[in-house]
């Protein structure tokens, strides 16, 4: 989870080139303790309270940052049916929610365990609507069994240190050892160079309502040598 014009036409072509080397830290999947999961929650919501996705679900109001936390706290709520694995740096500086094969693929029942807390978060005017559009970007992904990075973050005053790209190096060698594909979606350009340096090109671009375009992003199945 992640409104802009499109970018230019050659904006992937003209930044396909190797990562730069990552800062060497520390990255984990494990059960976070209370007190981490805190932790991890406030980090998304410095990371996403501007985002052009996250402005979309949780629309301004007086009590936005309210609805924001309470969202992420449903994101990154302990292990259950429809809730993806937390990955972390081991400073907790970075981390993602990522969902390995079948992607994230959700059941009825496990969406409509998501409708209070997107409710909450959007507003129930607003609720069907979002729902519809939700569950069009989501039928974007691929069929076939895939890894879905739901949410990547790095805490704003951690940036341009290598975090993101230490993580998301250990979730895509996951994916290749496994020889999938990797989907995702963005709502915010300045996300696009940096994906397509690791191996993502843009599978669609969505235009929803309120004037949010969304880009559905995926990143071809390779082996871990390749």
């Given at each position: 989870?992640?409104?802009?014009?499109?970018?230019?036409?050659?904006?992937?072509?003209?930044?396909?080139r190797a990562?730069?080397?990552?800062?060497?830290?520390?990255?984990?999947?494990?059960?976070?303790?209370?007190?981490?999961?805190?932790?991890?929650?406030?980090?998304?919501?410095?990371?996403?309270?501007?985002?052009?996705?996250?402005?979309?679900?949780?629309?301004?109001?007086?009590?936005?940052?309210?609805?924001?936390?309470?969202?992420?706290?449903?994101?990154?709520?302990?292990?259950?049916?429809?809730?993806?694995?937390?990955?972390?740096?081991?400073?907790?500086?970075?981390?993602?929610?990522?969902?390995?094969?079948?992607?994230?693929?959700?059941?009825?029942?496990?969406?409509?365990?998501?409708?209070?807390?997107?409710?909450?978060?959007?507003?129930?005017?607003?609720l069907p609507?979002?729902?519809?559009?939700?569950?069009?970007?989501?039928?974007?992904?691929?069929?076939?069994?895939?890894?879905?990075?739901?949410?990547?973050?790095?805490?704003?005053?951690?940036?341009?240190?290598?975090?993101?790209?230490?993580?998301?190096?250990?979730?895509?060698?996951?994916?290749?050892?496994?020889?999938?594909?990797?989907?995702?979606?963005?709502?915010?350009?300045?996300n696009l160079?940096?994906?397509?340096?690791?191996?993502?090109?843009?599978?669609?671009?969505?235009?929803?309502?309120?004037?949010?375009?969304?880009?559905?992003?995926?990143?071809?199945?390779?082996?871990?040598?390749?």
């Amino acid at each position: 989870m992640s409104a802009h014009h499109s970018p230019p036409p050659d904006a992937f072509a003209s930044s396909r080139r190797a990562p730069g080397k990552a800062e060497q830290v520390e990255t984990t999947r494990r059960v976070l303790e209370a007190a981490e999961r805190r932790l991890v929650q406030a980090l998304f919501q410095r990371a996403f309270e501007h985002d052009p996705h996250f402005a979309w679900l949780v629309p301004a109001g007086a009590d936005r940052l309210a609805r924001l936390r309470h969202l992420l706290e449903h994101l990154t709520g302990p292990r259950s049916p429809g809730h993806g694995e937390i990955h972390v740096t081991g400073d907790l500086h970075a981390a993602a929610i990522w969902f390995p094969p079948p992607g994230g693929r959700e059941r009825l029942r496990q969406r409509l365990g998501h409708l209070p807390a997107l409710a909450f978060a959007c507003g129930w005017p607003r609720l069907p609507m979002r729902v519809l559009e939700l569950r069009r970007i989501a039928a974007l992904r691929p069929r076939a069994p895939h890894c879905y990075l739901q949410m990547l973050a790095v805490d704003p005053s951690h940036q341009r240190r290598g975090l993101g790209s230490a993580l998301l190096g250990t979730l895509l060698r996951q994916a290749d050892e496994a020889h999938l594909p990797v989907c995702l979606e963005t709502g915010n350009a300045t996300n696009l160079t940096f994906y397509a340096r690791h191996g993502f090109a843009i599978h669609h671009v969505s235009h929803l309502s309120e004037g949010l375009t969304l880009w559905t992003l995926l990143r071809p199945a390779r082996t871990a040598a390749s």
